[in-house]
């Protein structure tokens, strides 16, 4: 346990059991005493790398601007194929409301958000919240739903890519033509309706990874059924959320206030204004991934797929 100006951080704190491992989380507790807001804030890595240290740093701002944040591992592609890290990020929401009240946690004002693969998860835990098929034994009785997402540079719809790229192949078990079950179920995109909660997608349009346009689609089909922001970082590459580290916080922040509220200290400035983009510079995230859009590795999972 370690202690900043962002408070107390609480580390290796179990909260899934998998058949190979038991899967933990840090926890990022502001100064303030709770029931505070929260954001599960998922890791990038192309769904073969990184780990639950990897957004410390934002996970430390953001718990500096008022919020509880815990940061879980997931099941990477050479462990388990998907479903499995849908699950694992569902079962780490569903622990906020189980076991959060020791850390701050208002279970009433959860939200998810991630960078890269870990934006993928977030807006797939905020579009199928409680969907059986997708859901931990862990909690039984708990919600998976959540009051808002963000998205940091996510991948919103698998279906975008080319036939048997290997990449997707290898964490959804197999290519589009022989799961194409996979390719629907792990993309946001076209899953959304009137009860996507309200979502941030913030992106690069420098991104050469994960081109902007399908990003831009996912916040529109958002926002034609319910509410979305669209924040474009202009010159921002895939790895614009360290360079471009406190826009990403600024956005980020003011988006969720309006969503969860009352994070704000007294002490700190408002800040109000309209959500845009902005010139910033480009730059890595480092999340071991770098030029490279999606997982690879081989498929051991046996959790089914769809919504039962």
């Given amino acids: 346990m370690t202690t900043d100006t962002s408070g107390t951080v609480r580390s290796e704190i179990a909260f899934h059991e998998t058949p190979a491992r038991t899967l933990r989380l840090d926890v990022y507790e502001p ?21 639950k240290t990897q957004l410390a ?17 997931y099941r990477l592609a050479d462990e388990a194929t998907f479903p499995a890290a849908l699950i694992d990020a569902k079962a780490a929401v569903e622990w906020c409301r189980v076991e ?3 850390y701050g946690i208002d279970p009433g004002r959860l939200a998810a958000a991630g960078y890269s693969a870990g934006a993928n998860l977030a807006a797939l835990v905020s579009v199928t919240a409680d969907e059986p098929g997708f859901e931990p034994e862990a909690y039984p009785g708990a919600s998976s739903s959540v009051a808002a997402a963000v998205g940091w540079a996510g991948i919103y719809d698998f279906r975008a890519f080319d036939e048997g790229h290997q990449i997707s192949a290898d ?3 197999g290519t589009r033509e022989d799961v194409p ?13 009137v009860g996507t909660p309200p979502t941030l997608v913030v992106h690069g ?6 081109p902007i346009e399908q990003a831009r689609r996912y916040a529109d089909a958002v926002d034609a059924l319910s509410t979305a922001a669209f924040v474009v970082i202009e010159g921002g590459d895939h790895g614009f959320p360290d360079d471009a580290f406190d826009r ?12 969860l509220g009352g994070q704000r200290d007294d002490g700190r400035p408002p800040n109000d204004g309209p959500l845009d983009g902005g010139p910033l510079e480009d730059g890595a995230l480092g999340d071991g991934a770098a030029g490279e ?4 590795g081989q498929p051991t999972d046996g959790d089914g797929i769809g919504r039962q």
Avoid: W
């Fill in 181 to 193: 079950e996979a390719y629907d179920f792990a993309s946001p995109m076209g899953q959304t309706d």
């Fill in 31 to 51: 100064r303030e005493s709770g029931p505070r807001p929260t954001v599960v804030l998922f890791h990038g890595g192309a769904f073969r790398s990184g780990g």
């Fill in 293 to 296: 859009s999606l997982g690879t």
């Fill in 248 to 259: 990403t916080i600024e956005e980020t922040d003011q988006f969720l206030t309006t969503q």
């Fill in 57 to 73: 740093e934002q996970a430390r701002a953001l718990a500096d601007a008022g919020y509880v944040v815990v940061t879980p591992e």
């Fill in 100 to 102: 959060g009240a020791e």
């Fill in 171 to 173: 964490y959804l078990g």
């Fill in 205 to 210: 349009d420098a991104d050469e990874v994960l």
